[in-house]
């Protein structure tokens, strides 16, 4: 009735006819053929119209240092988007994409030559793609699903009658949502710490894909072609969303900066669903939600550090206390109460998809949490739940942890040996009292604290807010005003768990104890690297404790005090927010990327993922070297790929080998082109892949990387239990709807 | 009729009064934890100028400075000897002027409003964590008991009140000398302004011969350190050897008025070149003064209890202008001394070179101006009482939550500055062998 009501208005049809029309034309310009344009390096004044292209070259370098360059010689910047792109070794094609932003004439591509070796170009051309015409229909469609929302609303409003609180409520979190972003409305990327690793890992992903592995595992594009097995260690679920961006023809700057609003829109979004839900009132989930997402640590995390992996994990962090605390307050008795492991099996799910060490973290404070309420932990209800939320996070994350474990369990790799990690002593970086009481953090990006102090330090703290929130409430138990309070409990869980992450993340608690005990207690400590990162989980239990300060509040006859209250904890959260990204973006360096090319390929971050002891710098593109014996007639290996071919020949008459330029991790295959038969692959020299070959041998020899038989079963595990989980979800919202609709007919 | 400012007993049940001790431990509690923020690092800013305190050097020590050597001597490391010394002074500090606010002020609010402004002044937190002056932070601390006594000497209306008052004038008096003579010396010339000011108040009951006590009496019980000190003055020993003297190390107005204070050094090529000091009012005292230069500017009713109060902030004010403006690099001591006789002028400029630095006038100020706020707390919540008994709550809140963001933006923002910009220093070991000889403090080094 109400959607018929809305179609019924002519502004509204004028309105779905004006978004057909230029989706139309989206449509149209996806059709349009490619035209290829072959040019000369270094050719000038080329003519181009504005769109996106691809600059493809084929060469053949014997050096390094050799680069490709397209800029507008009239207007430098502003118009043509591209950056560097270096010319490795060896014989490549290179397809650079290229956004110029108006008319031209002046354009030119360069190639120069870096001083030493050979450099052949073989081919350069400028190509014609329809990134422009997907990126017109991603904004003609997103553009259309903000305003006719908002159409909708303003009927429905107009019909039905929206309450002022609701509109308050989302106008401080669509406000909340915008501030959070500010560091992403630039035409740049804030030089965060890890800011290169994670752009990699997008376009790894792609990489992975074309390459023909799904999921993908070893990521080609790093290390000149080596390969990283990085979506092995870190999953690569929520990478998507950049990929998809840069799939439609977005830049990386771009693609970065979008993908940063929606995970700060996330984090609010579901914090206020969980925190409304919990405290059973939108103001206070709505001041919860604004406080959390912008609590100084996350806002640090997310910009300065470039801890996508963190930041994603801390969106769903609000759902594992959601989960948790429907499960251990709800009536074991309700009909409904053992569906109440599908929220608390998402947000695991969430955490594990997005950042490991949070679940290191999470882990502990859910073994204290089953300590604290062990009587509810053994109820026979709550217990078949708690069981049935494990087994169905286990078995739907199956796809991502047997590989995992496989290589945590069988391999050897930097992460956690201390010789081979950057980070040596955790203790080093153990937090000041001083750090969490501190206000003013803004531009700061050192994380170390020993032997550096506070000088220029990060943000670590929860942030003003928060704190404020936490010491009122440390106020009403000291006073004594919470004893007959209904949320008393919840109160002193989310206040003394503040309290524990506190402790944690000081350089009082013996974390150099701890890592020196050997064992996994060493291997834990040093994957874990920074006790900092506990402020993630205090950032989460200082919003709740913040939330029951209000609830409280709310309990008071005058309704003023907690509206001041909430507006105040708002305002502090806004104001230093306000603050902490104006000084990020005064000071903090930045970095404009445009194109996958430009980005370089050996930014493996800590290195964590490599194998025990790997050297990058002796890592050479196109570098096969044929064991004794062994002559080499030809190699292919495309970019980015980890598919090699070569055709070798055993002169010996003896076993030998020949390694490859591709990093060892175990799944990589060798076989015979002809034979199929099978050789056997180990890590060689520096842990390259390295073909063993039987006496005599001569062919030509498959290389690739093939996941491992059981990694395929727990694939399929995976997806079967999603499609029982997701037919479980479709059924309980028909069965929803039927009750909804028997009671209006009753 | 000058204005009491008497003590109303609040109406209140058991159960309330032992609350509000409990706020009041914890508010307290909050500041203690806050202003000492810098003493939870393994490090101290501003150390480089701690360690000649435990140098065993030729000088006077007042009994303040004791402590942190009778620490040392107790077996904790400088550093640490130091920052337990700071703990203990932020803790007086604190303690010293909410005792004194609260007692000279009823209300709720009013005394921490004051105590808050006091605490987290940006001269406090830069004598504390800049200057690393631990004279001047024990002067500090004792600076409002002065203020107290002079209150209860002027204000009470019996005698044991009167006495009440010069003792605990006597009390901060010899604090201050045991602390640092320079600021004492500052107090006893405000203090005379301020009989001068009260005109024929001082002339009444007891009050000249009281007064005479009290100073006779903080000047013999300061004898120890007082005695020592003018041997070293006549011997010529002075300050700071440098060529601005006095009359050239004063503050320039846009200094004093600067509304976010950094940490900011002669040698970085600032936009104001030329300072040596760097210590502006704060946002808090700027409001304040802005807040009561207004109240008198735009007079008062008819009341005669309001005129006594008019009247009370216009001396405060005299008081807090003459300090203020003593501290400007403008003005114009050396055409004032020339005209006063030779032996008079020579003996003012010697204490003008042992008080060192002009900015420290601004502690009268900072006193007072912290002082105005409680008042203005106390005449907010009159007011809320008055005429919205019902949101009387919420609008002493509203009072409080103005004072703590105003010092947030000053003090703390001051506070958070020193720290992200200084950089680490190995405490203590930062020690200059030679650099003591023409140190400040030699006078306070004992042998």
């Known amino acids: 009735m109400f959607w018929k009501m809305v179609w019924k208005k002519n502004s509204f049809r004028l309105l779905a006819a004006l978004e057909v029309i230029l989706l139309l034309v989206g449509v149209a310009g996806l059709m349009l053929p490619q035209k290829r344009q072959e040019i000369l390096p270094g050719q000038e004044n080329i003519s181009l119209n504005p769109g996106i292209y691809n600059v493809e070259i084929h060469y053949k370098a014997t050096a390094e240092g050799n680069q490709l360059n397209a800029y507008d010689t009239l207007h430098e910047t502003g118009t043509i988007l591209f950056g560097v792109v270096n010319l490795y070794t060896g014989d490549n094609v290179e397809e650079c994409q290229m956004w110029v932003l108006r008319s031209t004439d002046t354009a030119k591509v360069e190639v120069t030559y870096g001083g030493s070796g050979e450099l052949e170009i073989y081919e350069l051309s400028i190509v014609t793609t329809n990134c422009a015409a997907r990126i017109w229909i991603f904004l003609v469609f997103l553009g259309s699903v903000l305003i006719n929302g908002l159409f909708f609303l303003q009927a429905f409003d107009g019909r039905y009658g929206i309450s002022r609180e609701q509109k308050v409520v989302w106008g401080v979190l669509v406000a909340a949502g915008l501030l959070s972003c500010i560091p992403a409305m630039v035409n740049y990327n804030l030089w965060g710490d890890d800011w290169g690793f994670h752009l990699l890992r997008v376009e790894g992903l792609i990489s992975g894909l074309k390459d023909g592995q799904f999921p993908v595992r070893i990521q080609g594009n790093w290390l000149r072609g080596y390969g990283y097995a990085v979506s092995v260690f870190y999953s690569d679920m929520f990478m998507v969303v950049p990929m998809v961006f840069r799939l439609l023809g977005f830049t990386v700057r771009t693609s970065c900066c979008l993908f940063y609003m929606v995970i700060n829109l996330a984090t609010l979004l579901v914090a206020y669903h969980c925190l409304k839900r919990v405290c059973k009132d939108r103001a206070i989930g709505c001041v919860g939600a604004v406080m959390y997402t912008l609590s100084a640590y996350r806002m640090h995390n997310l910009f300065m550090r470039s801890a996508v992996g963190e930041s994603l994990a801390m969106v769903f962090l609000p759902l594992v206390f959601y989960g948790f605390y429907r499960i251990f307050t709800e009536d074991v008795h309700d009909r409904k109460y053992g569906q109440n492991w599908m929220v608390l099996t998402l947000g695991l799910t969430g955490i594990i998809q997005s950042h490991v060490l949070t679940c290191e973290m999470l882990a502990l404070a859910i073994l204290i949490l089953c300590a604290v309420l062990i009587k509810k932990v053994f109820r026979k209800e709550t217990f078949l739940v708690l069981v049935k939320t494990v087994v169905v996070t286990l078995l739907l994350n199956l796809w991502y942890l047997v590989p995992f474990l496989d290589y945590m369990l069988t391999g050897k790799f930097n992460v956690g040996h201390p010789e081979t990690m950057t980070i040596k002593e955790v203790s080093d970086y153990g937090l000041y009292l001083t750090h969490l009481l501190f206000s003013f953090y803004g531009q700061g990006t050192q994380g170390k604290i020993e032997g550096i102090g506070m000088g220029n330090t990060g943000a670590f703290s929860v942030g003003a807010a928060l704190l404020i929130g936490f010491l009122g409430w440390l106020y009403l138990e000291w006073t004594g005003k919470v004893k007959e309070f209904k949320y008393r409990g919840l109160g002193r869980l989310s206040f003394w768990y503040t309290c524990l992450f506190f402790v944690l993340v000081l350089d009082i608690f013996p974390w150099a104890q701890i890592q020196h005990l050997e064992g996994a207690a060493q291997m834990l400590t040093l994957s874990l690297q920074f006790p900092w990162r506990f402020l993630s989980l205090a950032s989460l239990s200082a919003s709740v404790t913040a939330c029951v300060f209000l609830l409280y509040m709310k309990q008071h006859p005058k309704k003023e005090v907690f509206v001041s209250w909430a507006v105040l904890l708002v305002a502090v959260s806004l104001f230093f927010n306000a603050y902490q990204s104006n000084m990020q973006l005064q000071s903090r360096g930045f970095a404009r990327v445009y194109n996958k090319q430009s980005m370089g390929t050996i930014y493996v971050s800590n290195g964590e993922y490599l194998p025990y002891q790997a050297d990058i710098s002796l890592m050479q593109c196109d570098l096969v070297m044929p064991g004794a014996g062994v002559e080499m007639s030809g190699s292919i290996k495309g970019q980015d790929t980890l598919h090699m071919e070569l055709t070798v020949q055993s002169i010996k008459d003896q076993e030998s080998y020949v390694e490859l330029p591709i990093l060892y991790y175990k799944g990589y295959v060798a076989k015979d082109a002809d034979t199929g038969q099978r050789l056997e692959v180990e890590a060689g020299d520096n842990s390259v892949v390295r073909v063993l070959l039987p006496a005599n041998y001569s062919g030509t020899i498959l290389v690739y990387f093939g996941s491992l038989w059981y990694w395929r079963v727990a694939e399929v595990i995976s997806l079967v239990t999603l499609s029982v989980v997701l037919w479980q979800i479709g059924h309980k919202v028909r069965r929803k709807r039927r009750e909804k609709v028997a009671v209006v007919e009753k | 009729m000058v204005w009491r400012i008497e003590r109303v007993p609040l109406r ?9 001790k409990k706020s009041k431990i914890f508010s307290l509690g909050l500041m203690i934890l806050f202003l000492s923020m810098p003493l939870y690092m393994s490090y101290l800013p501003a150390s480089q100028e701690l360690g000649i305190y435990f140098q065993d050097t030729p000088g006077i020590r007042g009994f303040f400075l004791w402590i942190p050597q009778w620490l040392v001597w107790a077996g904790l490391g400088q550093q640490a000897a130091s920052k337990l010394y700071l703990f203990i002074m932020n803790v007086l500090t604190c303690l010293i002027s909410y005792g004194c606010f609260d007692k000279m002020v009823s209300g709720k609010v009013s005394a921490l409003a004051g105590s808050i402004c006091y605490s987290f002044s940006v001269y406090s937190i830069y004598i504390r964590y800049d200057a690393g002056s631990m004279g001047e ?17 002027y204000t009470s209306q019996q005698r044991q009140g009167i006495w009440k008052g010069i003792g605990w004038m006597m009390a901060g008096g010899v604090g201050l000398i045991y602390a640092h003579i320079p600021v004492a010396l500052i107090v006893l010339a405000f203090l005379i302004l301020g009989c001068i000011l009260m005109g024929k108040k001082s002339l009444q009951r007891m009050r000249p011969l009281v007064l ?85 500017c735009l007079g008062a009713t008819s009341t005669d209890d309001r005129k006594g109060k008019i009247k009370l902030m216009k001396r405060l004010l005299i008081i807090v202008g003459v300090s203020i403006m003593l501290s400007f690099r403008i003005f114009p001591w050396n055409t004032l001394l020339a005209r006063l006789p030779g032996s008079v002028g020579g003996g003012i400029r010697t204490g003008l070179e042992h008080i060192g630095y002009p900015h420290r006038f601004l502690l009268i100020a900072i006193l007072l101006l912290a002082f105005l706020a409680t008042l203005l707390g106390q005449r907010v919540e009159e007011w809320a009482t008055e005429k919205h008994g019902e949101h009387k ?14 010092n947030v933006f000053s003090g703390v923002y001051y506070m958070n500055n020193l720290l992200y910009m200084m950089p680490m220093e190995d405490s203590i070991t930062a020690i200059r062998d030679s650099w003591w000889l023409e140190s400040e403090y030699l006078l306070y080094i004992s042998k």
């Open chain 2, 137 to 153: 932070m024990a002067a500090y601390a004792m600076l409002p008991l002065c203020l107290y006594g002079f209150y209860g000497v």
């Open chain 2, 212 to 296: 005479t006590m009290g100073l006779g009496g903080s000047v013999l019980l300061g004898l120890p350190v007082l005695v020592p000190y003018m041997q070293a003055v006549s011997n010529g020993i002075f300050y700071i050897h440098d060529n601005e003297l006095f009359t050239g190390r004063g503050l320039e107005i846009a200094e004093l008025l600067t509304a976010f204070p950094v940490k900011v050094t002669a040698m970085e090529g600032n936009i104001i070149e030329g300072m040596v000091s760097y210590v502006p009012l704060g946002l808090p005292a700027v409001v304040s003064l802005v807040v009561y230069v207004a109240g008198v």
């Open chain 2, 393 to 406: 709550e919420l609008i002493l809140g509203a009072f409080l939550g103005i004072v703590i963001a105003l």
């Open chain 2, 12 to 20: 209140v049940a058991q159960g309330e009064v032992s609350m509000n």
